[in-house]
């Protein structure tokens, strides 16, 4: 590992880890930095490989809560119908992810997509916002089933890079009655088997394929990811249920805007 390589690593990392919960994509963010910083692993494995770290830190930060729903598993229906939410939510992007993940990365996992989609979900955003919507449910733990299941399908729009998948889902959520807050949580909860699934595939996938160098660099990213990460989940919530995702929306168009300005005069 030389120097550049660790400070392309870190940069992207920091990106990881700072965007993977907020409607912006990471993996759109990440897509694009390293295309303009030059740097590329093969199958895209260190971008979705280091969202390890940014699973820990939801784990992190959402310990005992975690803990007390399992701890009440055998005794509360409510618990095991939350736990049943979440793994119907995951079950469409994992049908999905399962059988057309490398397709996706072949033909989708392209910058030019990357700037449409994040210019058309900013858009998307800045309408949601300015949307008087009706609120039926404000706990995440309220959510039904069926709206679970609803919103794991919005989830699968994410397989496209640039859609953001915390955007998707919470998108999915406000429609279907959340509010901010409860819909941006339960992206949050959504995030941990879905990403643990692209981890555990990418790396079933990849891992004979994987260097010393690269295994390196994939550890320093999933450290720095995991901080970024922290940070941003103890806040995001309370900033959302204040202010809204205009902030997100008008970031999005113009990165995305700022993107095609980059590929159109570098290439």
């Not at 998307?124 to 679970?148: C, G, H």
Request: hydrophobic letters at 60%.
């Amino acid at each position: 590992m030389d120097a550049m390589s660790i400070a392309k690593a870190v940069v992207l990392a920091l990106v990881e880890g700072a965007t993977e919960f907020i409607p912006v994509s990471s993996t759109g963010h990440q897509l694009l930095v390293g295309h303009f910083i030059g740097f590329h692993s093969p199958n895209n494995t260190f971008e979705v490989l280091i969202q390890l770290g940014a699973i820990l830190a939801i784990l992190a930060v959402y310990f005992r809560r975690l803990l007390g729903v399992a701890l009440a598993l055998p005794r509360d229906p409510n618990a095991r119908r939350f736990v049943l939410a979440i793994l119907l939510a995951f079950l469409p992007a994992a049908i999905i992810g399962g059988l057309f993940s490398k397709v996706i990365k072949a033909y989708l996992f392209n910058p030019w997509i990357v700037c449409a989609t994040l210019v058309a979900g900013g858009l998307v955003l800045l309408v949601l916002d300015d949307t008087d919507l009706e609120v039926e449910k404000t706990d995440v733990y309220d959510f039904s089933l069926p709206m679970a299941l609803k919103i794991g399908a919005f989830q699968c729009l994410a397989m496209i890079p640039g859609v953001s998948r915390s955007g998707a889902t919470i998108v999915g959520a406000m429609l279907m009655g959340a509010d901010k807050r409860s819909a941006t949580e339960f992206s949050f909860y959504l995030a941990m088997p879905t990403m643990a699934g692209a981890f555990a595939k990418d790396l079933l996938d990849n891992y004979k394929n994987l260097s010393a160098n690269d295994t390196g660099l994939i550890v320093i990213g999933f450290v720095v990811a995991f901080f970024a990460a922290l940070i941003v989940v103890r806040t995001v919530l309370d900033y959302v249920s204040r202010h809204g995702f205009w902030l997100f929306a008008w970031w999005r168009i113009i990165v995305g805007a700022l993107g095609f300005a980059g590929l159109i005069i570098l290439g």
